[in-house]
């Protein structure tokens, strides 16, 4: 008799994307940090990290390449918010590109919408309220941001919330948007390198192992 192999189910992926450097700066530590994750397994997934350029427009169209080449069961997007002080977990993505200075193809659109006939906003599917505790419990500054900004951070997490709730196959997809702070070199308020990235694989723990987020105030202490 034949014996017939049975089928092997790929991993599940989860998709982490950073940013170049932009605004003048030598580094984005958003790219650092899921980089350093690339290749990881959290609760049987495989992290791959992509780098997406900090530029209106193609940023998207970057993320949606990804999106469809490795249909990820989550998708967490992370970008720098010098002057920040604690990692951000963003609750919410506006349907608005203001640009307070260029991006990294010197476009600098003031008040346009992200997509043309969207929603006003999009909210995260992350548990960002479960995030928080977690990341509270290990010593890690954490808060839920209710603002990405209005720069390229916003526009692509707007257009990731945009592509799970429109493409059929990621109708089950997870995702959202972490802001980090900077690094010590580059100014105060910091975090470690090394602080993010345990951040940022507790946040993806969290995510993956956390159906329904708990319904605790934003400011509530762990
Ligand atoms: N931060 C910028 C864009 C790229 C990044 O890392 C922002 O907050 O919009």
């Known amino acids: 008799m034949v014996q017939r192999k049975k089928p092997v189910s790929p991993t599940p992926k989860v ?3 950073g940013f170049d450097a932009f605004g003048g700066e030598a580094l984005n530590p958003s790219w650092l940090a899921v980089k350093s994750l690339h290749g990881r397994q959290i609760a049987g997934h495989r992290v791959v990290a992509a ?3 900090t530029v209106f427009g ?3 169209r970057e993320l949606r390449y990804l999106l469809r080449l490795h249909q990820p069961t989550l998708v967490v997007c992370v970008g720098q918010a010098g002057g920040r002080a604690t990692l951000s977990l963003e609750r919410v993505a506006i349907n608005v590109d203001d640009a307070r200075i260029p991006d990294n193809a010197a476009a600098q659109p003031v008040d346009t919408p992200v997509i043309h006939g969207g929603p006003s906003a999009y909210f995260s599917r992350l548990p960002i309220k479960t995030m928080r505790l977690t990341l509270l419990a290990a010593d890690i500054p954490a808060e839920v941001s209710q603002t990405a900004g209005t ?3 916003n526009h692509v997490f707007y257009g990731l919330m945009h592509e799970l ?3 059929p196959t990621l109708n ?3 995702g959202g948007f ?3 702070p900077w690094l010590p070199e580059q100014g105060q308020p910091s975090m470690t390198a090394q602080m993010m990235a345990q951040a940022l694989r507790l946040c993806v723990r969290v995510a993956l192992e956390t159906p ?3 319904a605790v105030g934003a400011g509530a202490l762990h």
């Open 165 to 167: 709730a429109h493409q």
């Open 172 to 174: 089950n997809t997870r």
């Open 151 to 153: 720069f390229v951070c």
């Open 15 to 17: 998709l982490l994307t």
């Open 58 to 60: 193609q940023s998207l």
């Open 178 to 180: 972490i802001h980090v």
């Open 212 to 214: 329904q987020d708990i």
């Open 51 to 53: 780098q997406l350029p």
